[in-house]
């Protein structure tokens, strides 16, 4: 089974075209391509007609059993009401967890204005994704994305389990060792790369990756997701087929670990894991 936990439906070429149904549809054909059972859809830290609102993403996912939201919270223009709105989505399962863009706006993950955030997804039992590393934009502000800082709020907020996405790239053995020190902290290996990976660049991040899990950080701690449209999900594959691991640490990464920390219903794609989600409970 494969579980890809970051993916998104935004149109980022062209944010004036309306483009959710157009970029679910191109999701879904992304992951019958390539045997993808579920993915996470993450959505942005804005609103734009090129950038979907959780509201209109949960709306149109509202009837797919292999497709789930993880909810976008800008830190600039987000309320109580905002959070608020979301909650009935996080309780009935379509919403299976929040997302941070430090970088892209300029805060630390630890400002109390997030304390909120981190109580709701305490109470709702739903992990915070968190943007490391580079961005996308030059624009962003990389002081704010360094993987350290989910150290600060990782101890402040015991009771909730963070995820560093993007291996904190180029800061790779930063993350690492934010996710040694830290019970309730993980790491995706998404973005790592616009578009197909090329082989120089296949080899060296194929050097971090295995590095990572041979000296520090288990294989229990890492999500693989690929944060299409941005990356290439067929390429992202091949590059986890090529990596040097044994089969029930592969295993770990490309599906298990998801599903029990996003609480995914696997068993209803015809798997047998419930004994994973019953440990969550």
Not at 236 to 261: D, S
Request: glycine share 4%; proline share 6%; aromatic share 10%.
């Amino acid at each position: 089974m494969i579980i890809d936990c970051h993916t998104h439906i935004n149109n980022y070429h062209n944010e004036e075209v309306e483009s959710l149904q157009k970029c679910l549809e191109a999701l879904q054909l992304e992951m019958r391509r390539n045997r993808v059972d579920v993915s996470l859809i993450l959505t942005s830290y804005k609103v734009t007609a090129g950038r979907p609102s959780t509201h209109d993403a949960v709306r149109a996912t509202r009837n797919l059993n292999n497709v789930f939201v993880v909810a976008g919270i800008s830190y600039l223009h987000h309320t109580m009401d905002d959070l608020n709105s979301i909650r009935p989505y996080l309780e009935d399962g379509s919403v299976r967890g929040l997302k941070l863009y430090p970088g892209y706006e300029p805060f630390y993950p630890a400002d109390p204005k997030l304390d909120p955030v981190y109580a709701l997804a305490a109470e709702m039992k739903v992990p915070v994704m968190i943007h490391t590393g580079d961005t996308f934009t030059p624009k962003g502000k990389l002081k704010y994305a360094h993987p350290l800082n989910v150290d600060d709020v990782a101890v402040d907020h015991p009771d909730v389990n963070f995820v560093i996405c993007h291996l904190g790239s180029p800061w790779f053995r930063d993350c690492m060792e934010v996710v040694y020190k830290n019970s309730n902290v993980y790491t995706d290996i998404s973005g790592l790369v616009l578009g197909n990976f090329t082989d120089r660049f296949e080899s060296y991040m194929h050097k971090q990756l295995q590095e990572m899990l041979t000296y520090g950080v288990e294989p229990d701690k890492v999500l693989f997701g690929s944060d299409w449209p941005i990356s290439s999900m067929n390429s992202y594959l091949e590059f986890m087929e090529e990596l040097r691991i044994p089969p029930k640490e592969r295993q770990k990464i490309m599906y298990e670990n998801a599903a029990r920390l996003f609480r995914i219903p696997v068993q209803q794609q015809g798997f047998n894991i419930g004994s994973l989600l019953t440990k969550l409970t």
